[in-house]
C-alpha cells in the first residue's frame, strides 16, 4: 500500500502562474485534507472533503481551490500564485465517519516556492 | 475547537524519560486529547489519544488530568529517532466534520 501520494515533491512558480497539486490515497478512505505548513509553525488546514461530492473551507482558503475527482483523488489548485503560497501542502486522508482523529494519514508533502 | 498551549521545545537525554506537557484548559466535555508527531518536516504521524483515562500504546502514554485540563504525553525510553515536533491537539470525535487544528507543538530534542 502506497497510502497518501502527493505529487509534484517540489515545484517552483512564478508569480501568477497557475497549478494543480494532486493528491490520491489507496485506502479507501472517506475524507480527505489540505493542509499548508509555513516555516516554524503548525498545519494550517486549507479545505477538506469529508466525503466524495463534498468540500469545505478550512482556515486559510483564499487563493485556493479543491476538487474532490473520485473518492481516491483531492486537488488543491493554485489560481494565480503568490508569493505568500510559498509553504509545504500536505495532503491527508481518514477512513470514516465516526473514526477520531487518530485515523488520519499523512502525505509526504509538496514543497512549493512562488517567486 | 479548543486551544492548547505546549512549550516550544525541550530537550531529553537518550533512554530517558519524555514528558511533554499539554495545557488544554477551554477543553469541552466530547473533546479529545490527540498526540502527532513530526519528524523532520515529513507529514505528521498519529502517536496516541485519549478522553479522560490515561492510554497506553506501543508508542507512549497519555496522562490527562482528573479535570481534562492539561495532559503529559511520555515516551518512556526516548531514542534518538523521536526527536521531532509534538502536537497535541483537542478535537471532538464527530461524524465527517472533524479535523486537526495544528498549534505550534513542542519541539523534542534527544541528545546522546
Known amino acids: 500500500n502506497a497510502g497518501v501520494t502527493q505529487t509534484p515533491k517540489f515545484q517552483v512558480l512564478k508569480t501568477g502562474q497557475s497549478m494543480t497539486l494532486q493528491c490520491a490515497q489507496d485506502m479507501n478512505h472517506n475524507s480527505m485534507y489540505w493542509y499548508r505548513q509555513d516555516p516554524g509553525m503548525g498545519l494550517r488546514l486549507i479545505y477538506y472533503?469529508?466525503?466524495?461530492?463534498?468540500?469545505d473551507k478550512g482556515e486559510v482558503p483564499n487563493g485556493y481551490n479543491v476538487s474532490r475527482l473520485n473518492k481516491r483523488e483531492f486537488s488543491l489548485r493554485l489560481e494565480s500564485a503568490a508569493p505568500s503560497q510559498t509553504s509545504v501542502y500536505f495532503c491527508?486522508?481518514?477512513?470514516?465517519?465516526?473514526?477520531?482523529?487518530?485515523?488520519?494519514?499523512f502525505g509526504s508533502g509538496t514543497r512549493l516556492t512562488v517567486v | 475547537d479548543a486551544k492548547t498551549t505546549q512549550p516550544p521545545s525541550m530537550d531529553c537525554a537518550e533512554g530517558r524519560a519524555a514528558n511533554l506537557p499539554c495545557n488544554h484548559s477551554?477543553?469541552?466535555?466530547?473533546?479529545?486529547v490527540y498526540w502527532y508527531r513530526q519528524i523532520h518536516s515529513q507529514g505528521p504521524q498519529y502517536i496516541i489519544h485519549g478522553l479522560k483515562n490515561n492510554e497506553t500504546n506501543e508508542m507512549a502514554s497519555l496522562i490527562i488530568t482528573e479535570d481534562r485540563k492539561s495532559s503529559t504525553l511520555i515516551l518512556p525510553h526516548a531514542t534518538l529517532r523521536d526527536t521531532a515536533v509534538y502536537y497535541c491537539i483537542v478535537s471532538p470525535l464527530s461524524y465527517n466534520t472533524d479535523k486537526l487544528i495544528f498549534g505550534t507543538g513542542t519541539r523534542l530534542q534527544v541528545f546522546p
Open positions: 477551554t477543553i469541552s466535555g466530547n473533546e479529545y
Open positions: 491527508a486522508s481518514r477512513v470514516s465517519p465516526g473514526q477520531g482523529a487518530d485515523g488520519y494519514t
Open positions: 472533503s469529508a466525503s466524495e461530492g463534498t468540500t
